[in-house]
């Protein structure tokens, strides 16, 4: 895990950054794409980031 990570648009590091998470933040994994994670926290904002960035509790 790290301290901070973006959220992007789509799948890919060339997608628009929507939002950024810090470390503790609980999200929903809606799905998997390769390296990459939909996730979708409690405010209702949704977006990607590389899988790598998160922990499963």
Known sequence: MVGVV????SPDKRGTDLFQLHEGTKVTVKSVLGEWSEVEVGNGNIGWLESAGIEKI
Do not use: R
């Open 6 to 9: 973006v959220v992007k648009s």
